[in-house]
């Protein structure tokens, strides 16, 4: 059974930082791409970033690109998103989702599991 965990979101003052965990388990890592996406309130969930397990290759959104880092812990099957320069638009609530395959997609409905969210106010 899969199982993907979010965790470390809170509240935070604009231009402060954010470390987001997601704690998976059931997969073949080997063969898998995470992703991170947000939906804030009224608006649809939109993508954030995403890392190949294997190679390691990330990928963001342009929104994000340069204050957000994608990494990820092989011995712990964790993935973390570094959030730095935090902005209030960038509150939302965040979910980790895994795709089978290496394949990079930004696309929601292309992603085979989800967590269950974590919360993140950024106050101005």
């Known amino acids: 059974q899969v199982q993907l965990a979010e965790s470390g979101g809170g509240l935070v003052q604009a231009g402060g930082s954010l470390r987001l965990s997601c704690a998976a388990s059931g997969l073949t890592f080997s063969n898998v791409h995470m992703g991170w996406f947000r939906q804030a309130p009224g608006k649809e969930r939109e993508f954030v970033g995403s890392?190949?397990?294997?190679?390691?290759?990330?990928y963001y959104a342009d929104s994000v690109k340069g204050r957000f880092t994608i990494s990820k812990d092989n011995a712990k099957n964790t993935v973390f998103l570094q959030m730095n320069s935090l902005k209030p638009e960038d509150t939302a609530v965040y979910y980790c989702?895994?795709?089978?395959?290496?394949?990079?997609?930004?696309?929601?409905?292309?992603?085979?599991?989800w967590g269950q969210g974590t919360q993140v106010y950024v106050s101005s």
């Open positions: 890392i190949s397990w294997s190679g390691g290759s990330t």
């Open positions: 989702a895994a795709r089978r395959g290496t394949y990079f997609t930004t696309k929601d409905h292309e992603y085979d599991y």
